[in-house]
């Protein structure tokens, strides 16, 4: 071993390219921008989706269908999964804190009752929606439904 022989770790020593510095740095001339054209143009910027003068995807693939922005979307929560609460934990009074503690919903959403199951237990129910079967099940049973 000598000294000129020496060099650092592989990896140590991170040089970043110094392009348009002459024709030493070996990234001189065309400052690896190739020759003419656009790209090789200052202030070049391609549009999202430009695919170089061809009809771009987004334009080629055919549109269908309808997205309402109004739309409200509801998390589901069915009449068997409040029966197994009910008859496991012992809830009979249901409310978005409920939901939340369980692991039916998020902090934001909007609660739906929905009829599927059987309703066996009086409970009462606050939530945003209920469905016609759902809150004809919880009333016979004597239970109530409180719309927030």
């Known amino acids: 071993m ?3 022989n020496l060099t650092p770790a592989k990896g140590s020593v991170k040089k970043e390219k110094r ?5 030493g740095s070996g990234y001189g001339g065309t400052s690896t921008r190739g020759h003419k054209g656009a790209k090789s143009r200052s202030g070049y910027k391609t549009k999202i989706g430009f695919e170089g003068g061809q ?3 987004q334009r080629r693939v055919p549109k269908f ?3 309402n922005i109004n739309r409200v979307e509801y998390k589901a929560v069915n009449l068997s999964i409040l ?3 009910a008859s496991e934990k012992g809830i009979t009074d249901f ?3 409920v939901f939340m503690e369980n692991g039916l919903t ?3 959403d909007l609660v739906k009752i929905l009829g599927r ?3 066996k237990s009086k409970i009462n129910v606050s939530a945003h929606g209920f469905s016609k079967t759902a809150s004809a099940a919880i009333e016979a049973q004597g239970g109530a439904c409180t719309k927030i």
């Open 55 to 57: 009809m771009p995807l």
């Open 2 to 4: 000598s000294l000129n």
């Open 117 to 119: 199951g059987e309703l």
């Open 65 to 67: 269908g309808f997205k």
């Open 19 to 23: 392009i348009a510095r002459g024709q």
């Open 95 to 97: 409310n978005l804190e």
């Open 83 to 85: 029966e197994k609460l």
């Open 106 to 108: 998020s902090r934001n």
